[in-house]
């Protein structure tokens, strides 16, 4: 089984940066596409971006396009999302996901892994 953790989250002013982490146990990670997911208070929880097993392929939902960088590091079972010019409705729980399998789609119904999630709160 799984174990995700995420961190790296917080509060930052609009316009600010930073940097997702999600750690995962076990020898398995490289063999699984991951995913960013994000829920803000009353909403859906929504895909942010997702990358395959190998990182050659990547998806951003277009309200982070050009903003947000997903990467990672196979060899440090290690996922990150790199998110700069942050903007008030960023704001929400961010969740990584480990799909099914080695591609990354953009449905939930895709991942079955969830991190517990970290807060990510950008103020105006």
């Known amino acids: 089984q799984a174990l995700l953790v995420e961190s790296g989250g917080g509060l930052v002013q609009a316009g600010g940066s930073l940097r997702l982490s999600c750690t995962a146990s076990?020898?398995?990670?490289?063999?699984?596409?991951m995913g960013w997911f994000r829920q803000a208070p009353g909403k859906e929880r929504e895909v942010v971006s997702t990358?395959?097993?190998?990182?050659?392929?990547?998806y951003y939902v277009d309200s982070v396009k050009g903003r947000f960088a997903i990467s990672r590091d196979n060899a440090k079972n290690t996922l990150y999302l790199q998110m700069t010019s942050l903007k008030p409705e960023d704001t929400a729980v961010y969740y990584c996901?480990?799909?099914?399998?080695?591609?990354?789609?953009?449905?939930?119904?895709?991942?079955?892994?969830w991190g517990q999630g970290t807060q990510v709160t950008v103020s105006s």
């Open positions: 076990g020898p398995t990670f490289r063999m699984y596409g």
């Open positions: 996901a480990r799909s099914r399998s080695g591609s990354s789609g953009s449905q939930r119904g895709e991942y079955n892994y």
């Open positions: 990358i395959n097993w190998i990182g050659d392929s990547k």
